[in-house]
């Protein structure tokens, strides 16, 4: 059976606040049914083979009656959707989750064991029901959800685990699709509500933290997987002999099929983590970008370059203030409550901030542009190297490795050893900034290396979180101070500057106290004959 809707995510009450006024308004009959809760368990292998085969499939509980049901994975359009569904009432679900009713089910997954299903995670929802009719007799249902997810497997780090959300959906029950279509848009335009991208499925994916290749399930990847030199790239392991062009692009095409499936949750911004991946896919695109550019054709790496650096300030002014408002928190925690009260101007320019970035990552996404962009990419990445590449793209990854990342860690030991106590706090940042590329170098050629690496990825992270930790609070000082410096100086404003010159002094001891350590973690790092041991395992 196939299921055409629209779904939009409710981010603020007042979002539907008239809603059914509006649709009255607009000469459509609605008609208020009970309400309903809805309990749903999704389920699949440990191997995910109901996923792989197109599929969600989960135990639904609602008002006493049961039913098991496959749905097809993915919301497949801007705003309508058209997703297959078959579904079967049973009489009671078996205790331990793990077994497949006799019927069209078993026939859809035959494939699947008796034994072989488990229980991911279950979403507790409750349900406004209207029934919408218009004037062409199209009936739609329109449901408001308030919807929990819960994990019931252990949530991969640094998955939440737990995940409430509002929801508007509308399903065409019978009639033209262009009502459908005509009652979403007056919805999205006249209520401001945002298209939703992810399914309850997806969504539940996202709250345990598992990732069982959902890009794959995006069409711009499937079209580019198809090609030969992708399929020839991913099915060879690349030793030290093979040509550094070949683990460029391979890593390219991770880190862009990375960005591919983080998007929906990036637009979604349920969780902060979606941002935060797609922007260290973004970062790594652009870190490969630069590092493989004596092997990669010049003129569209340069612009692909620049236009992946618009993504990812888009994602950054987001996941910076993501952190931000998180940290702020806690400071707001460690100061006495009735001081804390004192800073609710300061937290409401946060929020507004956090939005009006939001609202530009979202322009961003839906743009003309970064269509354009992930069409050029993928084609740059399906076609693979030509006979036009630079003179270095015959270098070998040994040889690459050893050029590359020597002298990334040359620099960094140059800039370490040169910082003193009365160097400025922007000696430390650049010094974040060189330990990141010569992270990333490790990165790329990990695949090839394996984890001989590792150890010195280790070390490299404790040194960048230390470096790290002392730029945001640098951040955190130099916010604090700007917003200060436009409070006006004023009786009633008084006991606010205060608590905000209280939080300044302590963003400031904690950016003191970081850049004390560091000469600790720096001498830790800077080893005798360490370069001479990456050398040597590069070798």
């Known amino acids: 059976m196939s299921e055409i809707e629209a779904k939009f995510l409710i981010e603020d009450s007042s979002q539907i606040d008239g809603l059914i006024a509006l649709l009255r308004t607009n000469g459509l009959e609605v008609r208020e049914l009970?309400?309903?809760?809805?309990?749903?368990?999704?389920?699949?292998?440990?191997?995910?083979?109901?996923?792989?085969?197109?599929?969600?499939?989960?135990?639904?509980?609602?008002?006493?009656?049961?039913?098991?049901?496959?749905?097809?994975?993915?919301?497949?359009?801007?705003?309508?959707?058209?997703r297959e569904e078959v579904e079967q009432e049973v009489a009671a679900f078996p205790a331990n989750g793990c077994r497949v009713p006799r019927g069209p089910l078993a026939e859809a997954l035959g494939h699947v064991r008796r034994a072989d299903l488990r229980e991911l995670f279950r979403v507790r929802n409750r349900r406004r029901l209207f029934a919408v009719r218009?004037?062409?007799?199209?009936?739609?249902?329109?449901?408001?959800?308030?919807?929990?997810?819960?994990?019931?497997?252990?949530?991969?780090?640094?998955?939440?685990?737990?995940?409430?959300?509002?929801?508007?959906?509308?399903?065409?029950?019978?009639?033209p699709e262009d009502s459908l279509r005509q009652l979403a848009h007056v919805i999205r335009e006249q209520c401001g509500l945002l298209p939703s991208r992810l399914s309850k499925f997806e969504r539940g994916l996202q709250a345990i933290g598992r990732s069982p290749q959902p890009a794959r399930m995006k069409r711009e990847v499937r079209l580019l997987e198809e090609a030969d030199f992708?399929?020839?790239?991913?099915?060879?392991?690349?030793?030290?002999?093979?040509?550094?062009?070949?683990?460029?692009?391979?890593?390219?095409?991770?880190?862009?099929?990375?960005?591919?499936?983080?998007?929906?949750?990036?637009?979604?911004?349920?969780?902060?983590?979606?941002?935060?991946?797609?922007?260290?896919?973004?970062?790594?695109?652009?870190?490969?970008?630069?590092?493989?550019?004596?092997?990669?054709?010049?003129?569209?790496?340069k612009q692909f370059n620049q236009e992946f650096k618009w993504v990812a300030d888009r994602l950054g002014d987001v996941r910076d203030l993501d952190v931000y408002r998180e940290d702020f928190r806690g400071y707001v925690s460690e100061i006495p409550e009735e001081e804390g009260a004192y800073l609710n101007n300061y937290r409401q320019h946060l929020t507004d901030r956090w939005r009006e970035a939001r609202g530009e990552l979202r322009a961003c996404l839906a743009s003309e542009r970064y269509r354009q962009l992930k069409t050029d990419f993928a084609e740059f990445l399906r076609r693979g190297p030509d006979d036009d590449m630079p003179a270095g793209g015959k270098m070998t990854i040994r040889r690459a490795a050893k050029r590359f990342i020597g002298k990334q860690y040359q620099r960094v030991i140059r800039d370490g050893r040169s910082i003193s106590s009365a160097s400025p706090d922007e000696a430390l940042h650049e010094l974040r900034i060189d330990c990141k590329r010569l992270r990333y170098l490790f990165e790329f050629f990990q695949p090839t290396y394996g984890k001989s690496l590792a150890p010195f990825i280790k070390r490299l992270k404790r040194l960048q979180d230390v470096l790290g930790e002392f730029q945001d609070a640098c951040v955190a000082t130099q916010r604090l101070r700007q917003y200060a410096g436009a409070v006006p100086l004023v009786p009633e404003n008084r006991e606010e500057l205060i608590v905000l010159g209280q939080l300044i002094g302590s963003q400031r001891r904690r950016a003191i106290d970081r850049r004390a350590g560091f000469h600790d973690h720096w001498e830790r790092f800077d080893r005798t004959g360490r370069r001479r041991q990456i050398l040597a395992i590069l070798q």
């Open 134 to 175: 218009n004037g062409e007799g199209a009936n739609i249902e329109l449901a408001i959800d308030q919807a929990t997810i819960i994990a019931t497997i252990k949530p991969v780090k640094p998955a939440p685990g737990h995940l409430e959300f509002d929801e508007l959906e509308i399903e065409l029950k019978d009639g």
């Open 34 to 82: 009970p309400v309903v809760d809805v309990d749903d368990r999704y389920l699949d292998t440990r191997d995910w083979r109901v996923f792989q085969a197109g599929w969600s499939y989960r135990w639904r509980e609602s008002n006493g009656a049961r039913k098991a049901g496959l749905k097809s994975v993915g919301l497949n359009g801007d705003v309508i959707h058209k």
């Open 230 to 301: 992708v399929r020839d790239l991913q099915a060879r392991h690349l030793r030290k002999k093979a040509p550094v062009t070949r683990l460029a692009y391979r890593f390219l095409l991770e880190q862009f099929e990375e960005l591919i499936c983080r998007e929906s949750q990036a637009w979604e911004g349920l969780e902060p983590e979606g941002v935060h991946q797609a922007r260290v896919a973004t970062r790594r695109i652009r870190a490969a970008l630069r590092a493989f550019k004596q092997v990669l054709p010049a003129p569209p790496v």
